[in-house]
């Protein structure tokens, strides 16, 4: 036992005693007097070295702050300058998980800073590799591009037709590429956009303009094959040989890469080509409406030559006209290449022979209308002279339909006017045996040699002879010529 034992079972011996020796009474013990009793002691057996054992305070452990919208913001902007770089494009799989690392660090940023900061450092290492990438992607792409621009110039030969413009584009391309072999990445964006730009107005202006020289290449060739079709080179012989030899000069110019002259050629080359058509349709047309004024002056003077019965039966004599006196002051004129007006001109696709038969049939229907408008016989072929020198007039004027109807109408006049011919008499004889009638007569070869002809004989005098099988010795007949 040792001494510290031996020292507290002796103090309790002595309490022991003192107690058994004092009265019943409880004493009263100020508090001075009481002392606290120790704690039992840890009785540790000899030859144990003992070790103090100590309870440890608690440590309190150091708070991480959350993460900062600044820190945010700094992994947002690296993503943000990838993307000017477009790295979305060169390098989307980076960017993707950059965009969604960022998301959960935002996430994380209260309740695990410390991954959400360790997500955050990912975020901006992929965003500069994005970046890098996106970068030599544009580099690539932009001396792709350039590559792909020059020869496209090239195809369309840029270099021969503007060699001034297309050098200064090529100059714009050397400097870009300078610029990004120094580094310089900026400028040489500016450069890029620049040099990308009049690239494309280059080739967008020069193929426009090689465009319209083809346009008017293609509408010459139209022009002049229509022109040939009408006759051109009988017609408008000259118009039409001028505008192929201005198409060949023209298109030898835009071989020789001079745009301007083929330009002001084929369109000369074109006007002609369309003048050759204007001139020989309406040549065409003047010439059938000149054989229609001939034929209806020769009507008009022979006409005018025949004897006719008046209203009150009296045979008048011809009286001779000829139209020459007329053209003589009124000379025929030839259309002319001035005449044309251009664009808008319209070309003329008459069909003279087609109409005049639909006229003539409405004319022959109105024939006895238009006759009996008229006060005299003689007054018809007056009115027919009249019409005829308005439509030379109206054919002057260049006006070849209207003259066309003004000629019809005329020859309706003369038609009317030849109704009234006395082209022979023939005086009703006494045959007994033989009697005359208006078939016999119709047939002698001195009058129609066709007895079927009657008709004519009894129309044209039925006032004298009311039923045509009774006719008398001694009637003289009028013995209408035969039309022609």
Same mark, same amino acid.
């Given at each position: 036992?040792?001494?510290?034992?031996?020292?507290?079972? +002796?103090?309790?011996?002595?309490?022991?005693?003192?107690?058994?020796?004092?009265?019943?009474?409880?004493?009263?013990?100020?508090?001075?007097?009481?002392?606290?009793?120790?704690?039992?002691?840890?009785?540790?057996?000899?030859?144990?070295?003992?070790?103090?054992?100590?309870?440890?305070?608690?440590?309190?452990?150091?708070?991480?702050?959350?993460?900062?919208?600044?820190?945010?913001?700094?992994?947002?902007?690296? +993503?943000?300058?990838?993307?000017?770089?477009?790295?979305?494009?060169?390098?989307?799989?980076?960017?993707?998980?950059?965009?969604?690392?960022?998301?959960?660090?935002?996430?994380?940023?209260?309740?695990?800073?410390?991954?959400?900061?360790?997500?955050?450092?990912?975020?901006?290492?992929?965003?500069?590799?994005?970046?890098?990438?996106?970068?030599?992607?544009?580099?690539?792409?932009?001396?792709?591009?350039?590559? !792909? +621009?020059?020869?496209?110039?090239?195809?369309?030969?840029?270099?021969?037709?503007?060699?001034?413009?297309?050098?200064?584009? !090529?100059?714009?391309?050397?400097?870009?590429?300078?610029?990004?072999?120094?580094?310089?990445?900026?400028?040489?964006?500016?450069?890029?956009?620049?040099?990308?730009?009049?690239?494309?107005?280059?080739?967008?202006?020069?193929?426009?303009?090689?465009?319209?020289?083809?346009?008017?290449?293609?509408?010459?060739?139209?022009?002049?094959?229509?022109?040939?079709?009408?006759?051109?080179?009988? $017609?408008?012989?000259?118009?039409?040989?001028?505008?192929?030899?201005?198409? /060949?000069?023209?298109?030898? /110019?835009?071989?020789?890469?001079?745009?301007?002259?083929?330009?002001?050629?084929?369109?000369?080359? #074109?006007?002609?080509?369309?003048?050759?058509?204007?001139?020989?349709?309406?040549?065409?047309?003047?010439?059938?409406?000149?054989?229609?004024?001939?034929?209806?002056?020769?009507?008009?003077?022979?006409?005018?030559?025949?004897?006719?019965?008046?209203?009150?039966?009296?045979?008048?004599?011809?009286?001779?006209?000829?139209?020459?006196?007329?053209?003589?002051?009124?000379?025929?004129?030839?259309?002319?290449?001035?005449?044309?007006?251009?664009?808008? /001109?319209?070309?003329?696709?008459?069909?003279?022979?087609?109409? +005049?038969?639909?006229?003539?049939?409405?004319?022959?229907?109105?024939?006895?209308?238009?006759?009996?408008?008229?006060?005299?016989?003689?007054?018809?072929?007056? #009115?027919?002279?009249?019409?005829?020198?308005?439509?030379?007039?109206?054919?002057?004027?260049?006006?070849?339909?209207?003259?066309?109807?003004?000629?019809?109408?005329?020859?309706?006049?003369?038609?009317?006017?030849?109704?009234?011919?006395?082209?022979?008499?023939?005086?009703?004889?006494?045959?007994?045996?033989?009697?005359?009638?208006? $078939?016999?007569?119709?047939?002698?070869?001195?009058?129609?040699?066709?007895?079927?002809?009657?008709?004519?004989?009894? #129309?044209?005098?039925?006032?004298?002879?009311?039923?045509?099988?009774?006719?008398?010795?001694?009637?003289?007949?009028?013995?209408?010529?035969?039309?022609?």
């Amino acid at each position: 036992m040792n001494k510290k034992a031996f020292l507290i079972l +002796l103090i309790l011996s002595v309490f022991v005693i003192a107690s058994c020796k004092s009265t019943p009474e409880e004493p009263v013990v100020e508090e001075e007097q009481i002392e606290e009793e120790a704690p039992p002691e840890e009785v540790i057996e000899e030859g144990i070295s003992e070790a103090p054992v100590e309870t440890p305070e608690p440590v309190e452990e150091p708070q991480i702050e959350p993460v900062s919208r600044e820190e945010l913001q700094l992994a947002r902007q690296a +993503l943000l300058r990838a993307e000017e770089a477009e790295a979305s494009r060169f390098a989307p799989d980076l960017m993707e998980a950059g965009y969604a690392d960022l998301q959960k660090a935002a996430d994380l940023a209260e309740s695990d800073p410390e991954q959400s900061r360790a997500l955050l450092a990912g975020v901006i290492e992929k965003a500069d590799r994005a970046f890098e990438l996106g970068k030599q992607g544009l580099i690539a792409e932009a001396r792709a591009n350039m590559a !792909k +621009l020059d020869a496209a110039l090239l195809e369309i030969e840029a270099d021969k037709f503007s060699p001034e413009a297309y050098q200064a584009v !090529k100059t714009q391309f050397d400097d870009t590429n300078r610029m990004i072999d120094q580094g310089n990445l900026v400028k040489a964006r500016e450069s890029y956009n620049l040099s990308s730009l009049k690239a494309r107005n280059l080739h967008r202006q020069l193929s426009e303009n090689i465009r319209w020289v083809k346009i008017l290449e293609r509408d010459t060739n139209t022009y002049l094959t229509e022109a040939e079709e009408a006759e051109a080179y009988i $017609w408008a012989d000259k118009e039409f040989l001028e505008a192929s030899d201005l198409l /060949s000069v023209g298109m030898t /110019s835009f071989r020789q890469y001079d745009l301007k002259a083929s330009e002001a050629t084929l369109k000369e080359a #074109k006007f002609k080509a369309r003048n050759a058509i204007y001139l020989a349709e309406k040549r065409k047309e003047q010439s059938a409406t000149d054989q229609l004024l001939l034929q209806i002056q020769q009507d008009l003077e022979e006409a005018s030559a025949l004897q006719v019965q008046s209203e009150e039966g009296e045979i008048l004599d011809g009286n001779p006209w000829s139209g020459s006196e007329y053209l003589n002051e009124n000379p025929l004129l030839d259309v002319e290449a001035e005449d044309y007006e251009g664009e808008d /001109s319209s070309l003329l696709n008459y069909d003279l022979d087609k109409s +005049l038969d639909e006229e003539v049939e409405i004319v022959e229907e109105e024939e006895e209308e238009m006759a009996g408008s008229v006060n005299s016989v003689s007054a018809l072929l007056e #009115k027919a002279k009249t019409l005829w020198q308005e439509g030379v007039q109206a054919r002057n004027d260049g006006e070849y339909e209207k003259s066309k109807e003004l000629f019809v109408q005329a020859e309706a006049y003369i038609k009317a006017y030849r109704a009234n011919a006395v082209g022979q008499t023939y005086t009703v004889q006494y045959n007994p045996d033989d009697r005359d009638c208006l $078939w016999k007569i119709a047939g002698f070869d001195g009058i129609y040699d066709d007895p079927f002809l009657w008709p004519k004989i009894w #129309k044209r005098n039925q006032k004298k002879i009311p039923n045509p099988d009774l006719i008398y010795p001694g009637q003289v007949l009028i013995i209408p010529p035969v039309e022609k």
